[in-house]
């Protein structure tokens, strides 16, 4: 099946820093990637769609401004939490689907653990 | 927007004996129902799914039924191995024609044990 990579799958940092995380389609193009949130025990809530070549749609209640998505190519999204504070840590998932397979299934990254200090 | 409920919350069954996990959604235009199973601080991975126009789709040991007039579906799993513990979540979107990805809404999860 597709694979979809992750990076980092951990990253520490101290409050006020900011942190990128990348998801990438490897065998395949993904003019649409989505960011979820994991907090521990619970489901994973979407965050936003990202969309390439275009502004990502946030869901309810997520900062645009404190989470940067920019989908600059078929391939790869980023999120970006700006300004880190110790409650956004939690583990941040990704996924793409392969629009070109004819099937909507989704194909999750390995998500990123974040522990903000 | 989509809602899904999923029960229950916790599953403890003994090696051997069937596991069943139900959900239900909101939106009667939902059309497409994934599950997936993800290992602790792993990846979630898809294990099965149905779209609406079927009512059961069967692949070994796991099921899934769709009964779209009471927007509920349901996952079954026969002969559990320890294998099979993890944390199960379902899910519903509306699924869009080619050139459209439609969001997930996912089911609050089930923690299912397969004890020895």
């Known amino acids: 099946g597709a694979v979809v990579s992750q990076h980092p799958s951990w990253v520490i940092c101290k409050s006020g820093t900011s942190v990128k995380i990348e998801c990438r389609s490897l065998?395949?193009?993904?003019?649409?990637m989505f960011w979820y949130r994991q907090f521990p025990k619970q489901s994973l809530m979407l965050m936003a769609t990202?969309?390439?070549?275009?502004?990502?749609?946030?869901e309810q209640g997520v900062e645009k401004d404190k989470f940067l998505i920019n989908h600059a190519s078929l391939t790869l999204s980023t999120l970006t939490v700006t300004s880190a504070h110790p409650e956004d840590s939690s583990f941040y998932i990704c996924?793409?689907?392969?629009?070109?397979?004819?099937?909507?299934?989704?194909?999750f990254g390995a998500g990123t653990r974040l522990s903000v200090l | 927007g989509e809602n899904v409920e999923q029960h229950p919350s916790t599953l403890s069954v003994q090696e051997g004996d069937s596991a069943v996990i139900k959900c239900t959604y909101s939106?009667?235009?939902?059309?497409?129902f994934p599950w997936y199973k993800q290992e602790l601080g792993k990846r979630p991975q898809l294990i099965i799914d149905?779209?609406?126009?079927?009512g059961e789709k069967k692949d070994q040991r796991i099921a899934v039924t769709l009964n779209k007039t009471a927007k509920h579906f349901s996952l079954h799993i026969t002969e559990t191995q320890p294998e099979d513990s993890a944390v199960y979540f379902c899910?519903?979107?509306?699924?869009?024609?080619?050139?459209?990805?439609?969001?997930?809404?996912f089911g609050t999860g089930t923690r299912l044990q397969v004890t020895l």
């Open positions: 996924s793409a689907r392969d629009l070109g397979a004819g099937n909507p299934i989704q194909y």
């Open positions: 065998d395949f193009q993904a003019t649409t």
């Open positions: 990202s969309n390439e070549g275009s502004k990502a749609t946030y």
């Open positions: 939106d009667s235009a939902s059309n497409y």
């Open positions: 149905i779209r609406s126009n079927v």
């Open positions: 899910a519903a979107s509306i699924r869009g024609g080619t050139g459209t990805a439609s969001k997930l809404t």
